[in-house]
């Protein structure tokens, strides 16, 4: 549930745990393509003279057709979707890393337990409390934890965050104020700064430490925001949203996790190639994260940056000129710590595992999700007990991470 106004504040001021943000922790910032998306065309196997032939309208031509809207070239097998041009400089300077044919041993084709398996951190028909990324932070024991360690972007708390110590769910920043009649919440803090001075009591340490996060989120209110390096996010949720997680991670509140999603993806019914709704979906995802990472220029090093979706769709157009719902996909992962401009995973070829013929078949899987994260979680973040956030998993060596 998402919190009020009034008990986020509550929360921050009578919590038990000390409100000190930690300026120097990392940023885990996963982003959720939900509908499952088809990573195929993508990060699209050019090399493979099946994809054309088993996508005769919705392929996207070779890069060596030239023009606007040909795949752009990333190595002799691999191309970027036309649409994806905003994160070719990210992956020429090798600061995006893709993971092909990822996925998880889930094959129910259903939407919300392939993605309640893959938030959960799962095996299928295995149950372990709360998500990954929640366990993840309760193994980290860190002694600060704020309501604002752990944020999702939207009005509720995804499966990925729960049992973190702390969790809000919010839209804006500017959700994150006192209010006040004239509109400016400067003397209020003032006021409360006096009341939990040094001999304010047991409460003291903590209603300054809490008066501290109001301060900083104060000074980056959104009609004052201005990104750097020019840096232009998509008018839109998708867009807001990462232009929220840049500002918390500005203003220095100890931010160690944000989720946000992106749907739309289910592209059963025309489905498009370089036009059309998954073009326009693409398009929105490569303008927003290439706008992160440019405003997030001077704290590269201190941000990571996943992108998953629940499952990949089938190699093959159905009769509706779109794809159906099918089982390997591509993660992304964007930071100065990817070993980026290269496509890890092994390509398992475009033929159907027979024995999913009945089933949810699609590109075969050959990297487990799991072992693309504990990668991450291990490398980037400094997690040193990977087995309390995927008990019993022993992750293989993906290479994403230099």
């Not at 990822?102 to 149950?127: I, L, V, Y």
């Not at 501290?212 to 390096?229: F, P, T, W």
């Not at 979706?309 to 710590?337: K, P, Q």
């Not at 040193?384 to 956030?389: E, N, Y």
Request: charged share 25%.
């Amino acid at each position: 549930m998402k919190p009020s106004r009034r008990g986020f504040l509550r929360q921050m001021f009578l919590t038990n745990e000390a409100v000190t943000a930690d300026q120097g922790a990392k940023t885990l910032v996963c982003v959720f393509l939900r509908g499952g998306a088809d990573t195929l065309n993508m990060v699209i196997p050019y090399g493979d003279d099946q994809y054309f032939r088993l996508r005769p309208t919705l392929s996207i031509a070779p890069p060596s057709k030239g023009g606007s809207d040909a795949a752009i070239r990333l190595d002799d097998f691999y191309a970027f979707h036309p649409r994806l041009r905003p994160l070719y400089p990210l992956f020429e300077e090798g600061r995006l890393g893709i993971v092909q044919a990822a996925g998880s041993d889930n094959t129910t084709g259903s939407h919300f337990e392939a993605q309640d398996q893959m938030e959960h951190g799962e095996a299928m028909g295995k149950t372990i409390g709360g998500g990954w990324i929640g366990r993840h932070l309760r193994a980290m024991k860190r002694k600060e934890s704020t309501p604002l360690s752990a944020v999702a972007i939207g009005p509720a708390v995804p499966e990925s965050l729960r049992g973190a110590r702390q969790v809000s769910a919010i839209n804006s920043l500017d959700e994150i104020q006192i209010n006040t009649p004239s509109g400016d919440p400067t003397s209020a803090l003032l006021a409360l700064s006096a009341m939990y001075g040094a001999d304010a009591g047991i409460l003291s340490q903590p209603g300054r430490m809490t008066l501290d996060l109001l301060h900083r989120v104060e000074g980056l209110r959104a009609s004052e925001y201005k990104a750097a390096n020019d840096a232009e996010y998509p008018a839109d949720e998708f867009g807001s949203g990462l232009r929220e997680i840049a500002r918390l991670i500005k203003a220095g509140v100890g931010l160690e996790a944000a989720c946000i999603d992106l749907g739309g993806w289910d592209t059963h019914f025309f489905q498009g190639a370089v036009d059309g709704l998954q073009a326009e979906n693409i398009n929105l995802l490569a303008r927003g994260l290439a706008a992160f990472d440019a405003d997030m220029k001077n704290h590269r090093d201190r941000v990571i940056v996943l992108v998953m979706t629940e499952f990949g769709r089938r190699i093959y157009e159905n009769g509706s000129l779109g794809t159906d719902h099918g089982r390997g996909f591509a993660m992304m992962a964007m930071g100065s710590r990817v070993n980026g401009g290269k496509i890890h995973g092994r390509w398992p070829g475009l033929e159907e595992d027979e024995k999913e013929i009945l089933g949810p078949g699609g590109l075969r899987i050959t990297t487990d999700y799991r072992s693309a994260l504990a990668e991450v979680l291990t490398r980037v973040m400094g997690n040193k007990d990977i087995d309390k956030v995927f008990p019993g998993f022993d992750p293989q060596p993906v290479g994403l991470i230099g």
